[in-house]
């Protein structure tokens, strides 16, 4: 912060940068440059029942109904927990055709008792409109889980963007018959960039 760049604030010859706001005049296709958010209730606040599909088991819940303290507001995602589990919280999502990047940052915490191997695992993907892995953003397992919930943070970029795509945004877990590993996920952001010039 505090650095010596010394002199007024504007004093940088960084007139007109390509972080400002968009102008009226930018895109008069109506093309908006900047990141943009492509999820609906990606902090679970709004509850389970808006934005999200869960399968295989009841997904989003409430801070009173989980051994942990959520990261953003009363709600998050609690994928596993359970033996034998194969289920999956899931939206759609919409790549505009401009999008030159897509990026998914979350709150993460991982528990685990599991033993050995990597039984337990849960997948962050981009489906097609068929149903098949289009993309996996992520994957974590039993491996990268602790004994208790301490909160990370997750930051994964997609390549390619899958620019005017009509794609699902799914997070999919599956667990073996013992040894319980939750995957609790919260504050997920997933950004498109649009770039509107050239
Ligand atoms: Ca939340
Ligand atoms: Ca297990």
């Not at 009173?64 to 959520?70: G, K, L, N, Q």
């Not at 004994?147 to 620019?163: E, F, K, M, Y």
């Not at 667990?175 to 960039?193: G, W």
């Amino acid at each position: 912060m505090n650095s010596d760049v010394g002199g007024s604030p504007d004093a940088g010859g960084t007139i007109g940068g390509s972080d400002a706001a968009p102008r009226p005049d930018a895109g008069g296709d109506g093309c908006v440059e900047g990141w943009h958010e492509l999820l609906e209730n990606g902090d679970f606040d709004q509850g389970p029942d808006v934005g999200w599909t869960s399968t295989g088991d009841a997904i989003i819940h409430r801070e009173a109904d989980m051994p942990i303290h959520v990261d953003s507001g009363q709600y998050a995602a609690w994928l596993g927990g359970r033996n034998e589990l194969d289920a999956a919280l899931s939206q759609p999502i919409s790549v505009p055709d401009r999008a030159s990047q897509l990026r998914l940052t979350a709150k993460i915490c991982f528990v685990t008792v599991e033993t050995s191997g990597t039984p337990d695992k849960v997948d962050i993907q981009l489906l097609d409109s068929g149903g098949s892995v289009a993309g996996t953003l992520h994957s974590f397992t039993n491996q990268d889980a602790d004994a208790i919930c301490n909160w990370g943070s997750l930051q994964v970029d997609s390549s390619p963007a899958h620019a005017g795509q009509d794609l699902t945004f799914q997070i999919h877990v599956t667990t073996n018959a013992t040894n319980h590993t939750s995957f609790y996920f919260d504050t997920l952001v997933l950004e498109e960039l649009t770039e509107c010039g050239g």
